[in-house]
C-alpha cells in the first residue's frame, strides 16, 4: 500500500453446474483514480476451470460497472491493471462460452467481488471523509447515465460542497450540464438522501433544506439524479474532496 489506509479484499462463491467454486480478490489504490483505473492494482482468482478467453470476457463487462465506475480524483496514470485468474481445480462440466447459463451464478459473484473492491477504493480515496453514491436514471442510455455519474463525481465544486456538508444541489444542476450528453432542464430531478429536493427542472413544493443537510453531515452520501428522457441508468460511487487531499499531493513526491 502506497496511500491507502487499509487492506482492500472480497470473496464470494458460487455454482457452475451444481459445484461450488469460489472467487477472491483484493487491490490496492486511493489516488489517481478514475476510470480506466489509474494508479489501481487489482487481482482476482478463482478455482473455476474456465479458459482465457471466458475469463476476459467477464471481466471486461464487469469491469465497467465496478473499477471503471468510479472515481477519487478523475487522474490516471500508466501502472492501471486489473487480472483475472482460474486456478481450474474445480470439477464442474467444461465451459466454452462466457454465454454460457451455467455461468448465470458466477457471473453475479464476479459483480458482487469487483463493485465491493471498487467501493472499497473510493471509500478510501486520498484524504477522504465520505463516501458518495451516485444513482442517475432517466438517461439517453446506459454509457450516458455512467458519463452523468462521473461528471457529478469528479465535480470539485460537488466534492467540496460534500466535504462541507453543504445542501447546494445547485452544483449537481451544474455537473449534469457539464457532461454533454443530452439533457432537459425541464425534466431533470434531483434527490439527496432519498429526500427530492428538485422535479421537472425546480425546486419541489415546500422543501426544506434541513433534513437534506442533515443527511449530508454523515459518511455516506446518496445522491439520485433523474434525467428524465429515456432508460438508461448508471451508478458510480466516489468520495468527497478535503484538505486531507491536499496535504497528501502537496507533500508526494514519487
Known amino acids: 500500500m502506497t496511500t491507502d489506509t487499509f487492506p482492500k479484499g472480497a470473496t464470494a462463491t ?5 459445484v461450488e467454486v469460489r472467487i477472491s480478490g483484493f487491490c490496492k489504490g486511493s489516488g489517481m483514480i478514475a476510470p480506466n483505473m489509474a494508479t489501481m492494482l487489482g487481482y482476482l482468482f478463482t478455482d473455476a476451470n474456465l479458459p482465457a478467453a471466458v475469463l476476459q470476457k467477464l471481466l471486461a ?10 472515481t477519487v480524483d478523475g487522474d490516471t496514470s500508466t501502472s492501471d491493471t486489473v487480472l483475472l485468474c482460474a486456478t ?14 451455467l455461468l448465470g451464478g458466477f457471473r453475479l459473484a464476479l459483480r458482487d467481488v469487483m463493485i465491493d473492491l471498487a467501493k472499497q477504493i473510493a471509500r478510501d480515496g486520498e484524504g477522504a471523509q465520505k463516501f458518495v453514491t451516485i444513482d442517475v436514471i432517466g438517461a439517453e442510455t446506459d454509457r450516458a447515465a455512467r458519463q452523468i455519474g462521473l461528471a457529478i463525481g469528479n465535480s470539485p465544486l460537488v ?9 447546494n444541489w445547485g452544483r449537481i444542476v451544474m455537473a449534469v450540464g457539464k457532461a454533454g450528453e443530452k439533457a432537459d432542464r425541464n425534466k431533470l430531478g434531483i434527490a439527496v438522501g432519498g429526500i427530492q429536493i428538485a422535479a421537472e427542472g425546480g425546486p ?9 443537510a442533515e443527511h449530508m453531515k454523515g459518511r455516506n452520501i446518496d445522491i439520485t439524479v433523474d434525467i428524465g428522457i429515456g432508460r438508461g441508468q448508471a451508478t458510480v460511487w466516489t468520495c468527497d474532496l478535503t484538505h486531507g487531499y491536499i496535504d497528501i499531493n502537496g507533500s508526494y513526491r514519487s
Open 14 to 18: 458460487a455454482e457452475i453446474g451444481g
Open 61 to 70: 463487462e464487469t469491469n465497467e460497472v465496478s473499477f471503471n465506475s468510479m
Open 88 to 101: 481450474a481445480q474445480a470439477r464442474h462440466s467444461p465451459i466454452t462460452s462466457a454465454d454460457d447459463p
Open 159 to 167: 466534492k467540496t460542497a460534500i466535504a462541507a456538508g453543504d445542501a
Open 204 to 212: 419541489v413544493p415546500g422543501y426544506r433544506e434541513g433534513p437534506v
